[in-house]
């Protein structure tokens, strides 16, 4: 698994986030606008980055009140009903109250190939199974951000700590990271999730069944991803640590550990939000990947990736289950990414108002 294409690591960060910027305003005057104040200016004008934004947080919402919006618009996503799929083909009826043709096992003018999407079902009926499609929708939506939120975090915070170390210590610390982090950087991540998912016993750590697995893959992509974010603070911390205002709280007697996280830290916060952005998406795909390939969250609990797997024998038959999950993660890995690339524009210092 490989970092995103458009990671920030040319971010310019300013010595602190919220200098006061006295630039010529066109009008023979300064601006006095603080560099969030600007950043925030620039992120409004860029609508793509707003639409996005505005996916993101609906997204989230939706997830964090998938019970609620399941039991008002649609049904439990564990709940089956058979009796509106055809049973010879699993293919959901167009009305399951009209008889059987004379003669006919199968009365393929009463086939919904796109599932039956009406009031009670917003998005349809799942294959085979009957579930609703909308409230699997939304579960699903629950386990992808929880995983890429806390793999990030994780990963944040180990990229933060280890990166930083490394930039202001040097010599023989920020070789031993630094190897540390081509090792890291050369494992097959992919590979050995797979290989270590799938042999894990039924109960760790007082964790059991998809809260094990959810634990488990949270901690393969946060713990073999942070040499990512890591270069990044490091390549920052090494330029930072120049600076006038370092310079001064070691003057002032100021320890190694107030320096790094009250002086240099605040002023990476920036690239690794920018980081972080374009991170989750990323590990969005791969949950859904691992779950694709049989290994990540168990059934019956919803999974984007698991619903895709599933749709792969049904596709021909029922074209709108391969299109429906395949559509939330496009949506949700673009409206991240295009968020992302506007706040590393917005905060940029080269990008000009």
């Known amino acids: 698994m490989s970092a995103p294409s458009h990671a920030p690591e040319s971010v310019e960060q300013p010595e602190a986030a919220d200098t006061v910027t006295k630039a010529p305003d066109g009008r023979g005057g300064s601006d006095n606008r603080s560099l969030r104040q600007i950043a925030w200016q620039r992120l409004r ?21 998938a019970p609620l919006l399941a039991k008002w618009f649609g ?17 959901p009826f167009k009305d399951p109250d009209k008889p059987l043709p004379a003669g006919q096992l199968i009365d393929r003018d009463n086939l919904d190939p ?14 085979i199974t009957g579930r ?26 180990l990229g933060t700590v280890l990166g930083i170390v490394a930039g202001y210590k040097g010599g023989w610390v ?13 494992f097959p991540l992919l590979l050995f999730a797979i290989a270590l998912v799938g042999v894990i016993p039924e109960g760790l750590l007082g964790l059991t069944g998809n809260g094990l697995r959810v634990g488990l893959i949270v901690f393969i ?14 390549g920052q911390t090494l330029s930072l640590r120049e600076r006038e205002f370092v310079e001064a709280a070691k ?8 320096i ?4 240099i830290l605040p002023n990476l916060v920036t690239p690794i939000l920018v980081y972080a952005t374009l991170l989750i998406p990323t590990n969005i795909l791969f949950e859904a990947a691992l779950s694709f390939l049989g290994v990540g969250i168990n059934p019956p609990t919803p999974s984007w990736g698991k619903m895709l797997s599933e749709a792969v024998p049904v596709y021909e038959t029922a074209p709108y289950f391969v299109i429906i999950p395949g559509l939330a993660i496009f949506i949700t890995v673009l409206a991240f990414n295009l968020f992302g690339d506007g706040l590393r524009d917005a905060f940029d210092p080269k990008t000009s108002d």
């Open 45 to 65: 004008k860029d609508k793509v980055a707003m639409i996005s934004g505005v996916v993101v947080v609906l997204l989230i919402l939706a997830a964090i009140l």
């Open 75 to 91: 049904h439990p996503p564990t709940q089956y009903h058979q009796d509106l799929i055809e049973p010879n083909t699993g293919v």
């Open 114 to 127: 796109w599932g039956a999407m009406s009031s009670e079902h917003l998005l349809g009926l799942e294959p």
């Open 132 to 157: 609703d499609l909308f409230s699997r929708i939304l579960y699903g939506a629950q386990i992808s951000l929880l995983v890429a939120f806390l793999s990030t975090l994780l990963c944040v915070a």
């Open 174 to 186: 920020d070789t031993v990271i630094s190897r540390a982090m081509d090792i890291f950087l050369a």
């Open 221 to 234: 992509i946060g713990f073999f991803n942070w040499p990512y974010i890591a270069r990044i603070v490091r």
């Open 251 to 258: 003057s002032l007697g100021a320890s190694n550990r107030h």
């Open 260 to 263: 790094l996280f009250k002086e």
